[in-house]
């Protein structure tokens, strides 16, 4: 493979979510010929933080040459090239690590110390590596960006629709296991592509090209390259080689063969389906709250056979989320994954379950870091506990375990090779034989210049490492002890930490002179730079009657390290006692919402100093009992309904009153017929182009719960992924309501 070419392609897909980060310089060492390590390490909201391995020449006061990087820390992992070639992603930039030649090559690395952090933006690889699909961000949108197909070699795209939303999470595309067929949705339809003939510009029109209406969640493949789709209550089936033959008559005769009809219309906004190898299993995953198992009937069409159908309900914790896969085979059993978030603990947890006449709990973890199934899903990899545990999953006994420092990412390489992407080493364990190779470091706590032995040195957690100039290697070292300590000064320089004008860096690095004209100066003129505070910004989350969006609010806000602010309501927490203790022990601010969810302007109410003063005593005393802990002295009306003696009357009982204007958007329903009404996408734009104009009147931006009465088509909890990591993207800093006062 030609690793150059690739140059551009993966500078593309490094492009990401960029925000503000605390950087920290540490262990510098400079030898003889005026090289300096050093290790910076950059905290960053919602990311990894870990520390990389630099090297730099240092000359006189003009500072130093480009930056070296030395380690490679695995933000995101893809296979390329027939699986032959490591890609990896961070935010220094993206390298190749080819599993021939043990060589490891940065293709693309920031010239500088980046101010601004970088999360990888999501790729789709195609099986055979040949193919890349991503999202490509638009300059003029927040919300919306161009679905792109890139070849890896020739570095030539295509563009597959010029109009799809933007994410962080996921690329709505689906590939067929040979590589041929890429699915994608546009206006609505279901389209697939053929990437050998895009570049070779013998592509049919796309108006052939329709599988049918919906999107991409009611299409898969099975591993036998059938096609499998769902349109409403009907589930469709046809070989993939059949697909240019069905789409030029579809609008006639429809797309595939009928082989079965659901008890329900598949709702392809919320819902999910997995189908085994032949096509004769299929599981559904509906609205991330209940699975069911069916067996299609084989050569005629038939209603679709429940073996199973049940809510997924766990007293001790609420769903994140649900997926399933397949081992291998036509008479395996589904495994159903469930990730939820503890009530009280607020730990992430990991369960797992196997399909034996009725789903039976496998496995539960507590905080795993990551997990990913091999290829044939006869195996399972799971880091927790400080070890990375392989399983089988037709018995369920753990086949293997690695310890490891935490794992950032588990990727397999085939059905019996795992690439463990640990936080300090980046290995390659091969679980059937139990051997294991140091591929790269990934961090490293400090970094020396071995003099006697002319070697450069490094000391994680657990071991220490030898530095491979020619390879950009590391492997582990026994032979040659650590120096005493690092050398902070030759016969010509003296370097040495100290505070850095630029608050976003935590210190600087300073080179003294110790020969000619005495002069300190700092090795990089960026930490140093003065920059203007950064722009803070309010989320706040109204709990009014309904607890639907609180387990995924609070593990966007754990991911993020972000604390917050929760208006809480007496009906909310008489309805929701045990979310309304979560909330309260998440760390973020909880402030009160009154004790009623009633409009207080309402005509016929009359509102007068003792009943507002009654109502959130009431509410702070609700609370108490509920959860043990106070309310802050922060308030707004239901439904942000209030007129001076509201207001003033809150102020007599000690609130500070927080106003919205507009309200709260993300509360209106389809039912109520307003003008005010937005999708979570339009809400999202909307608040990203008033921030970006400029104008003083944004600073809070409300996101509800959910509402217990009236329809929504989304809710914007269900993007706050997005609208978190665009708010940092622009330089905002995330903070309770009260820091804004």
């Not at 069916?294 to 914790?317: M, N, T």
């Amino acid at each position: 493979m030609n690793f150059h070419r690739l140059h551009a392609l993966l500078f593309t897909f490094s492009l990401s979510i960029c925000c503000f980060a605390g950087v920290e310089f540490s262990s510098l060492d400079i030898n003889a010929e005026n090289e300096l390590l050093y290790i910076a390490e950059h905290k960053v909201p919602g990311n990894f933080s870990y520390k990389s391995v630099f090297r730099t020449q240092i000359k006189d006061s003009s500072g130093s040459e480009k930056n070296q990087l030395l380690t490679c820390f695995p933000e995101s992992m893809e296979l390329i090239s027939g699986n032959s070639v490591l890609q990896i992603r961070n935010r220094y930039g993206t390298a190749l690590y080819s599993f021939a030649s043990s060589n490891l090559y940065y293709l693309q690395q920031r010239e500088q110390l980046p101010l601004f952090t970088a999360r990888p933006v999501p790729v789709a690889v195609s099986p055979n590596g040949k193919w890349f699909c991503f999202i490509r961000h638009s300059s003029s949108e927040f919300v919306n960006g161009t679905l792109m197909l890139q070849n890896a070699e020739t570095r030539e795209a295509f563009v597959l629709n010029p109009n799809v939303p933007f994410s962080y999470k996921e690329v709505p595309v689906k590939w067929s296991p040979d590589s041929s067929t890429v699915l994608y949705e546009k206006n609505g339809k279901i389209c697939f592509a053929n990437p050998d003939a895009m570049q070779r510009k013998v592509q049919l029109d796309e108006k052939f090209r329709v599988i049918g209406r919906g999107n991409i969640n009611c299409v898969n493949f099975t591993r036998s390259q059938q096609l499998v789709y769902i349109d409403y209550d009907i589930v469709y089936a046809l070989n993939v080689s059949e697909l240019y033959t069905m789409a030029l008559y579809s609008s006639y005769i429809g797309m595939g063969a009928a082989i079965a009809r659901l008890p329900y219309a598949f709702n392809n906004q919320k819902d999910r389906f997995s189908v085994n190898d032949d096509a004769s299993q299929l599981f559904v995953i509906q609205n991330n709250k209940t699975v069911s198992y069916y067996a299609l009937s084989q050569g005629k069409f038939a209603r679709a056979e429940i073996l199973y159908s049940q809510p997924v309900v766990d007293s001790q914790a609420n769903v994140l989320a649900m997926s399933v896969t397949w081992p291998e085979g036509k008479k395996t059993a589904p495994v159903l994954f469930v990730e939820s978030l503890a009530l009280y603990s607020g730990n992430r947890i990991l369960k797992v379950y196997a399909f034996d006449n009725i789903l039976k709990e496998k496995l539960n973890v507590q905080e795993p870091s990551c997990f990913a199934s091999n290829p044939s899903g006869t195996k399972l990899a799971c880091y927790f506990s400080g070890a990375v545990n392989v399983y089988d999953t037709s018995t369920w006994k753990k086949l293997a375990s690695l310890p490891s420092e935490t794992a950032a990412c588990l990727l397999w390489r085939d059905n019996d090779v795992l690439i463990v992407g640990g936080q300090e080493v980046v290995r390659a364990w091969n679980v059937a034989g139990g051997t294991y190779k140091t591929l790269f470091l990934a961090s490293a706590k400090k970094v020396f210049w071995n003099s006697k032995a002319s070697l450069i040195q490094a000391q994680t957690s657990s071991s220490v490492f030898t530095y491979n100039a020619e390879k950009n290697t590391w492997a582990t070292d026994s032979n040659h002890p650590l120096p005493a300590r690092n050398s902070v000064q030759n016969g010509r320089f003296r370097v040495y930490t100290a505070e850095s004008k630029n608050k976003k860096y935590e210190n600087a690095v300073y080179v003294r002179t110790l020969t000619g004209n005495a002069l300190t100066f700092p090795l990089f003129a960026e930490p140093v730079k003065a920059l203007p505070v950064a722009k803070k910004v309010a989320l706040i989350f109204d709990a009014v009657d309904c607890a639907d969006g609180v387990p995924e609010i609070l593990q966007v806000l754990k991911q993020n390290h972000l604390k917050t602010t929760f208006f809480i309501n007496g009906e909310f927490i008489r309805r929701y006692p045990e979310e309304t203790v979560q909330l309260a022990l998440s760390g973020s601010e909880c402030a009160s919402m009154f004790f009623t969810a009633a409009d207080l302007t309402a005509k016929g109410f009359i509102i007068d100093e003792e009943f507002i003063r009654r109502g959130l005593a009431r509410n702070e005393d609700d609370f108490f009992a509920c959860t043990g802990k106070e309310l802050s002295l922060l308030w707004h009306a239901p439904y942000y309904k209030a007129n001076p003696t509201v207001i003033n009357a809150g102020q007599k009982a000690g609130y500070a009153y927080i106003s919205v204007a507009g309200g709260n958007k993300d509360a209106v329903v389809l039912e109520s017929n307003s003008s005010e009404y937005r999708t979570a996408f339009q809400l999202i734009e909307e608040y990203l182009q008033e921030l970006k104009s400029g104008k003083p009147t944004l600073s809070v931006i409300p996101v509800s719960t959910g509402v217990s009465s009236g329809t929504r088509s989304d809710f914007l909890y269900e993007k706050l992924n997005l609208l978190v990591n665009l708010l940092l993207d622009c330089g905002y800093e995330i903070v309770p309501v009260s820091s804004l006062r």
